[in-house]
């Protein structure tokens, strides 16, 4: 009866250079939020028309809302007041969920008390589903049909580009790939001030990607390199895709599409493919508003070409774009010798 929705599923094929392609999706967050729904139907743990409820920094709530309301799912989602903006808030609860915006004056995610917030409503209705998009393994389970995707799009793949927020489209859909293809490059693409990759948590510009607390879904040990970038290479990013390739995508994607076609052009020899996940009309009234973007302290700000290259986990400022050889380690293995400045 919602099978309409798995056309926002299917990304279109972009070749953004010569040995550069990307899948750019309307809503990927549609892919995961589908298929735990629907495991979890099967598994007995959900019932037809019953509660849901889920913290969420977006589209992963924008999924299970479009989800619920064809569904018929009694859809609670939790956010922060730093991570939804008026426009997606109405949006939701004209699909019918029940919003829950937790002040985040910190700008840090508000993590501990969303988590709060969403304990008591399972509390209080113990039948309520969580899908736990950070820690339950379906996340990345479901971007098997991605992997496929981009074999019978691409062919063969030497590097996979994307970001990481929960970790799942990156990690799900590089563990697939590399089963086919065992010397793939995994980057990772984090933003400063973000747990994820070593940093300590702060005030994050850049949303779509990062986190407060460590997912269970991110395997730091089958990342190759990572990527840090601030807001505003983010934003120049994003509208240059639109520019010269005419795709309007939002900032995460510009960060994703940033870092893969640097090692596209570092590399002319490997095919490299990334992941852009969401759209621009998101951001109209933000990053692709030119009154909005003169007041930010430091725009314009110039194309970036190549990113400050760190020998140790480092974290700098919103211009700043920076990366780091991984070497597929942990993150206490990494993070060994790390000073915060």
């Given amino acids: 009866m919602d099978y309409f929705l798995s056309d926002y599923e299917q990304p279109r094929h972009a070749r953004l250079a010569p040995n550069l392609f990307a899948a750019c999706f309307p809503l990927m967050k549609l892919l995961p939020a589908r298929y735990m729904l629907e495991r979890a139907q099967t598994a007995g743990h959900l019932q037809l028309g019953g509660p849901v409820a889920e913290t969420t920094s977006g589209t992963f709530g924008l999924a299970l809302a479009m989800l619920a309301a064809v569904r018929g799912f009694d859809l609670s989602l939790v956010s922060a007041s730093s991570l939804i903006d008026k426009t997606l808030r109405r949006r939701l609860e004209l699909l019918g969920a029940t919003v829950h915006v937790i002040d985040d004056r910190e700008g840090t995610g508000a993590q501990r008390e969303r988590l709060q917030q969403l304990n008591a409503i399972l509390k209080s209705r113990p039948e309520t589903f969580w ?34 927020g929960s970790g799942g489209s990156l990690c799900g859909t590089g563990a697939f790939l590399r089963e086919v293809f065992p010397d793939l490059i995994l980057i990772a693409v984090d933003t400063h001030r973000s747990v994820l990759f070593g940093h300590s948590p702060g005030r ?138």
């Fill in 131 to 164: 899908p736990r998009q950070y820690d339950n393994s379906d996340n990345r389970l479901a971007y098997g049909r991605l992997a496929e995707w981009m074999v019978r799009k691409i062919g063969h793949v030497d590097c996979l580009v994307g970001c990481v």
């Fill in 204 to 341: 994050r510009q850049l949303r779509g990607l990062g986190n407060s607390i460590l997912p269970h879904n991110l395997q730091h040990e089958i990342i190759d390199e990572v990527h840090w970038v601030g807001a505003l290479p983010a934003f120049a990013a994003a509208h240059k895709l639109h520019r010269d390739n005419a795709l309007f995508m939002g900032p995460t994607s510009g960060a994703a599409a940033l870092a893969a076609q640097w090692y596209a052009r570092n590399n002319p020899g490997a095919t490299t493919a990334v992941i852009l996940p969401d759209e621009g009309y998101r951001y109209q009234d933000t990053v692709f508003n030119n009154h909005w973007l003169a007041n930010l302290d430091g725009w314009p700000i110039a194309d970036s070409q190549d990113p400050l290259t760190l020998r140790r986990i480092e974290p700098a400022g919103e211009a700043v774009w920076t990366r780091m050889a991984w070497g597929r380690r942990s993150l206490s293995a990494r993070s060994v010798g790390y000073q915060a400045r």
